[in-house]
């Protein structure tokens, strides 16, 4: 929905502040007569406008503000912050500008009263000081005067020549060069400048200029006075590089267009015409006609924006594009910034880090070819340090799985450009005349709650508009995983014997992981090799599937199709389907090599060997691995001038595969992987609901893993297996209730051998399945809540998911380790209603307690109740105040409870 021409000019009808957001959400308003875009999401509001000489200037990112208010005047925020020592002065000396040309602004003034003051350059500077209660004038009002094509043009040309001055940044600079020495706190030791202005130039002659950096930008360019980072770098046939993009025109359209311009090889957020509306904000390089849309969705269910750029060359010759971002806000000074992110290793992914920012340039980024284990394409800032349930954060996300750099650029004036897209560190990507390159989907986030409300935010986001839309509202079947139960050896007689005692427990399906073709029966052979291994299966894979549904399960499948193995008669046949460079040896670890999918025809070869393997048995479930970085990138298939785009290429060429598989096999529920948790990002959710997090399933790392993923994921994507113990990564030993309710906060499946644990535990494991039947939909759609932070408070940590629907919670609270006699806090619960009644169950009691007369830790024939009981009742606002008192006494302890409104019908 748009509405047109909306100003303090066209005050409406009267409404409240609650109604107004309520009529506007999913909107873009614009201000014809002063170019000015409102974009208002659920509550929030996103507020940019065209400046004087067609430059796209942010002006506003926040809470939402009523349509009617002027918001232009937040642009005289844009010129120079205090008087630095500026090197254009050289040039003033030249002549004896009048400070009152300068610096008066008089709200009765013309314009053309202005341009002839500015043009008397010889005027007597011996009136004295000016007005100082007169406004200063504004870059915008500066530029339209300068813009003008009248008599008085020539005025102000005359004048700026005869100062030596050669653009308009000089003259700003020039205006707060007097502007600052009105100011007498300062304390400058020089003349006034209209006592003796040659003596002041020349104090400040030879010294660096203030420049653009004072300018909140939506898209910055480079090489023309701005030194930030920019939002792109070209190259023109000539070798130029001055892109001075500017304003042409703009459209709104209702819902969100798809992403045509990519050939539909880029994932994005989808939604419908009455969800979200879209601005398309076209510019254009005049003297070269290249264009480009700046393309922004606002969402009515959700604070988000979905930001694209998409680049048109008009021209008639090359055009090399060597960096675009998807996004860029410039923000304005707050008292500090900081940057929190995602970063980790393999089997440590994606720990919450924050830093405060100084002047200078954080990079996170990704080279590897996925967005990797080290770094996730995340990034938010924040007013301050960032806490859980307060203060502003503004968070970005790329919808993208391949090289990717997140930018945080604080200029020297204490402004920050936050910034995200494709990684320019080898990439380039030369654009043909009449050719479309379109960015990646760069998703905005709004929160005045804290990391808790941005982290719903995105949750809801990506649940209702990334995940593929046959199952947004599902819950994944519990799944057992056949790797860590017999790895390599997957014979028939082995993933039978696994299958019967699952069923048994309540597994509801059954993955077949590696090992199942070719000849592998270790990592070094057979990827791309995708046929039965008839000795470890002779009866294939149908007959496998039928007898997994005949004891009622689902059937699932490991595959890895990015990857093909020197020892495999794939490879022997396309040697040259690789990415390699054919003059250098070959460079692998463990005899695996990434194909080259920027070739159509390893595209089509991969689809249709993948659709035949699908299509040979009852598959509901694909495991998509990819346990390799990319390499030795060079694709023979490219010409030399045009190895910049193999990257993005590759991205792009998976992506087709995705897509193509996922639309021919709607039913399969795909779960994606990269050594772990090395892709996992919204690029990835758009084909499968799910994602291996991690290859580390031992439940303490696990706390920490799912923690930080918590912050931009959701639950229902997050793969939570239930492991053996010893652990087969750490050796840690863990209860099997800790390493329930560690996976309860996920996609609960299990990575065990369940043919060799005891009755008792089989037991045990059943009730927790069915528990986990029940409680599911509460923590897949409910709000996430991190209620202990188990990197600050390093000793414990407590999670909470409360549909707002249903009027359920669940909470879980774990000790990691244990310090005898002192108490834990009491938990604070949040997001319930205060007015409310609650009753809290304890789910699992404890069987474990303290002996009052040794002070040894002792099983107990009846269950401990952490409330003294099985259940209480309390008010909202009681649980949220007041708390539960948590009594862990050893490491790996944990409650857990079951909270409903009472006034709700079970």
């Known amino acids: 929905m748009v509405v ?54 942010h002006l506003y990112w ?7 208010d002027e918001l232009t005047y937040l642009s005289f925020s844009q010129g120079p912050a205090k008087l630095q020592r500026a090197a254009v002065a050289k040039k003033y000396l030249r002549a004896k500008p009048s400070a009152t040309a300068l610096v ?18 010889d005027s007597s500077m011996d009136g004295g000081p000016p007005n100082c209660s007169e406004r200063a004038p504004s870059p915008q009002r500066v530029e339209s005067a300068l813009a003008e094509d009248d008599s008085s043009a020539g005025a102000h040309r005359d004048t700026i020549n005869a100062l030596g001055i050669n ?98 090889t880029l994932p994005e957020l989808h939604t419908n015409a009455k969800d979200a509306t879209t601005v398309v904000v076209t510019l254009v390089i005049e003297k ?122 604080m200029c020297e004036n204490g402004r920050v450009r936050l910034q995200m897209g494709i990684n320019p560190t080898n990439f380039e990507w030369e654009l043909q005349p009449n ?14 709650s804290g990391l808790t409300g941005m982290s719903h935010q995105f949750h809801n986001l990506f649940r209702n508009h990334l995940f593929p839309k046959q199952f947004q509202d599902t819950v994944c079947p519990v799944l057992i995983n056949t790797w860590e139960a017999m790895y390599f050896d997957t014979t028939y007689a082995n993933v039978m014997s696994l299958a019967k005692r699952a069923a048994k427990s309540g597994v509801e399906m059954l993955v077949v992981d590696d090992g199942w073709f070719g000849a592998r029966d270790d990592a070094t052979s057979s990827l791309g090799d995708w046929y039965v291994n008839n000795e470890k ?144 990002d919204a690029g990835m959710l758009h084909y499968s609901p799910q994602i291996w997090t991690s290859d580390n399933t031992d439940a303490t790392s696990r706390l920490f893993i799912q923690h930080g993923t918590s912050l931009l994921y959701p639950p229902s994507c997050i793969s939570a297996h239930i492991s053996s113990v010893p652990n087969h990564q750490t050796l840690r030993i863990s209860s099997f209730k800790y390493r329930f309710l560690v996976s309860l906060f996920g996609s609960l499946g299990l990575e065990l051998n369940i043919t060799t644990i005891e009755e008792e535990e089989c037991a045990e494991l059943s009730m927790y399945l069915q528990l986990y039947k029940a409680l599911s939909p509460i923590i897949h759609e409910g709000d996430f809540y991190r209620l202990w932070n188990p ?30 006699g002192h108490y834990l806090p009491r938990l604070r619960l949040k997001g319930l209603d205060p007015a409310a009644t609650y009753q809290v169950e304890e789910i699992i009691p404890s069987t474990a307690a303290h002996n009052v007369q040794t002070g040894r830790i002792e099983a107990c024939p009846a269950p401990i109740y952490k409330l003294g009981k099985k259940s209480i009742t309390a008010s909202g606002r009681t649980l949220m105040n007041a708390g539960l008192p948590i009594h862990l006494i050893y490491d790996g302890d944990t409650a857990a409870f079951y909270i409903r409104d009472s006034a709700r019908k079970m």
């Open 537 to 680: 299966l002779p009866e294939g894979l149908a007959m496998l599937a039928k007898n997994i549904n005949d004891l009622g399960m689902h059937f699932g499948l490991w595959v890895e199709p990015e990857l093909v193995s020197q020892k495999s008669r794939l490879y022997q046949a396309h040697p040259d389907w690789i990415l390699h460079k054919p003059d250098i040896d070959k460079d692998s670890a463990d005899g695996d090599f990434v194909l080259d999918l920027t070739r159509t025809d390893v595209q089509k070869y991969l689809i249709e060997c993948m659709s035949s393997i699908f299509e040979s048995a009852n598959i509901e479930y694909v495991k998509w691995d990819m346990n390799s970085h990319i390499t030795e990138i060079y694709s023979d298939h490219v010409a030399p001038s045009a190895q910049g785009k193999v990257y993005h290429q590759y991205c792009m060429g998976l992506y087709r595969v995705l897509r193509t598989l996922t639309s021919r096999f709607p039913r399969i529920r795909f779960e994606t992987c990269c050594g772990g948790g090395g892709r996992f």
């Open 104 to 121: 008066s602004n008089d709200a009765s003034g013309s314009d053309t009263e202005r341009g002839n003051d500015l043009a008397d350059s």
């Open 791 to 820: 990197v600050e408070q390093k000793q414990r940590c407590a999670w909470m998911s409360y549909h707002q629907g249903r009027g359920e919670a669940v909470v879980a609270a774990f000790l990691l380790t244990s310090d005898p």
């Open 62 to 68: 926040g809470k939402a503000l009523p349509p009617t």
């Open 288 to 409: 070269s006609f290249l264009e480009c849309d700046l393309v922004y969705t606002v969402f009515s269910d959700i604070d988000a924006i979905a930001r694209r750029v998409v680049l048109r060359n008009t021209t008639i010759h090359p055009v090399l594009v060597e960096k675009l971002m998807s996004a860029t806000v410039d923000f304005h000074t707050f008292d500090s910034f900081f940057l929190t992110h995602l970063s980790g290793s393999w089997a440590n992914e994606r720990g919450i880090v924050s830093k405060e920012l100084s002047m200078g340039r954080v990079c996170i980024e990704s080279c590897r070819g996925t967005s990797s284990h080290q770094h996730n394409p995340f990034a938010a800032l924040s007013a301050g340090q960032p806490r859980e349930e307060d203060g502003e954060v503004y968070g970005m996300a790329l919808v993208y799985s391949g090289n990717f750099v997140a930018e945080a650029d």
């Open 435 to 448: 050719e479309i390159f379109e960015s990646p989907e760069c998703v905005l986030v709004f929160s005045d």
């Open 167 to 264: 653009n308009l940044q000089d003259l700003l600079d020039a205006g707060s060069i007097f502007r600052a020495q009105i100011d007498t706190s300062t304390n400058i030791k020089c003349p006034l400048p209209w006592e003796n202005p040659r003596t002041f130039l020349g104090e400040w002659a030879g010294a660096a200029t203030f420049g653009k950096p004072a300018k909140l930008l939506e898209f910055g360019e480079g090489n023309t006075g701005d030194y930030r980072s920019p939002s792109f770098e070209l190259q023109f046939h000539d070798g130029g590089r001055v892109c001075p993009f500017r304003y042409r025109s703009h459209r709104v359209i209702p819902g969100k267009p798809s992403m045509k311009n990519a050939n539909g």
């Open 4 to 57: 047109d021409d909306v100003g303090p000019r066209n005050v409406g009808i009267e409404v409240s502040t609650e109604e107004r957001n309520v009529r506007l959400t999913g909107t873009v308003v614009v201000d014809e007569g002063a170019k000015l875009f409102r974009l208002y999401s659920k509550s929030s509001m996103y507020a940019f406008c065209v400046d004087p000489v067609g430059r796209i200037e």
